[in-house]
């Protein structure tokens, strides 16, 4: 039978090299950055929902707020800078 690969580089005898490195370093985020994607995505959703079978432009546009909401406390939560923590 082959070999299957093991996800690492050999270079040598005893010197393995890791996809990541030696230390993976994982971003979770804040909890206001969740909550704004939570909103954000709910406002797709309901505008999504706006738009089948016909056209309800009313609710449409309330999903568009309650995106643009979202986007706005994104903004104040600093989801979008590189220095989370």
Do not use: N, R
């Not at 093991?6 to 971003?27: C, R, S």
């Not at 706006?50 to 909401?69: D, E, R, S």
């Amino acid at each position: 039978m082959a070999e299957q690969p093991t996800g690492a580089v050999d270079l040598g005898p005893g010197q393995p090299l890791a996809h990541y490195g030696a230390e993976e370093i994982h971003h979770h985020g804040k909890p206001l950055s969740w909550v704004a994607v939570v909103i954000v995505f709910i406002g797709f959703v309901i505008g999504g929902v706006a738009l089948v079978p016909h056209p309800t432009w009313w609710l449409f546009y309330l999903g568009a707020g309650v995106a643009v909401i979202g986007c706005i406390i994104t903004l104040f939560a600093h989801t979008f800078s590189d220095d989370w923590y």
